[in-house]
């Protein structure tokens, strides 16, 4: 079997799209049972984090170990790549370690590079232009809830940031249509925007974006690595909100997601993320790690269960 990355959701088709989800939601329903399936015994995961993180750190090591496998952290204090080694030669010396690498850093075209020489599979678990982990679990939690989501409608409220972008990317996998609400001058990269033609629709008032959605979901103003522009981007976000009257434009049966960690009275109401009625955010905190199971699992072997 050829190797396959996990770089964006593009690199993977509609059909096996939808089958990782369908897997995801498979192996949630096999935990809870108590009926794991366990067939990466003596596998290993190399997770290499250059911007810390608590539900990806704590999800892939969990979801490895769960499946029989192991992982291994490693941050820039603990490799080479902290002082200066190339990508390349990282990527394949660790590939003749481990069986799998996910890597969360800041630079997209660096993560290309180390993909390029790994021999074994790589994980985008976050760059600074996707982020493709989360959205298998948001779309897994849709449709826990609310079914296929081809044909819905999904409201993205705030910056044209990396989890817009693979918004923008699934809703050209998917069949659904995005409404992008941002200030102006936080638009996502304009390339993408043309790529995506007509599945995507862009807006400047989250009210209009909001009016008939199946599902709405933001995220932090200001990103990791943007902290010095936290109090411009509070000014220029104002009115951007999403808070249970700006819900109430939505449909009736409408879901709310936020990738987290939120900054509540910020981007979301502390009311809107604790109705449980409508903020589905735990359910989707947890499919991260179900949904990457699944993933390692299809990437290491092709979607079967019986290695």
Known sequence: ???????????????????????????????????????????????????????????????????????????????????????????????????????????????????????????NALTDKLHPCQLLADLQTFKEHRGDITGKTVAWVGDGNNMCQSYMNAAQQCGFTLHIACPKGYEPEQHLLDAAGDSVRLFHDPRVAVEGCDLVTTDVWASMGQEEEQKQRMRDFEGFKVDHALMALANPDAIFLHCLPAHREEEVSAALLEDENISKVWDQAENRMHAQKALMEFLLTGGRQDV
């Open 1 to 123: 079997m050829s190797n396959r990355h996990f770089l964006s959701l593009d690199d993977v088709s509609r059909e096996e799209l939808s089958s990782i989800i369908d897997r995801a939601i498979e192996l949630k329903a096999l935990r809870r049972q108590g009926l794991e399936e366990r067939p990466f015994v003596g596998k290993v995961l190399g997770m290499i984090f250059e911007k810390s993180s608590t539900r990806t750190r704590v999800s892939f090591e969990a979801g490895m170990a769960q499946l029989g496998g192991s992982a291994i952290f490693l941050s820039p204090r603990d490799t080479q790549l902290g002082r200066g080694e190339p990508i390349e030669d990282t990527a394949r010396v660790l590939a003749r370690m481990v069986d799998i690498v996910m890597v969360r850093t800041f630079s997209h075209e660096g993560l290309e590079r180390f993909a390029q020489y790994s021999s074994v599979p790589v994980i």
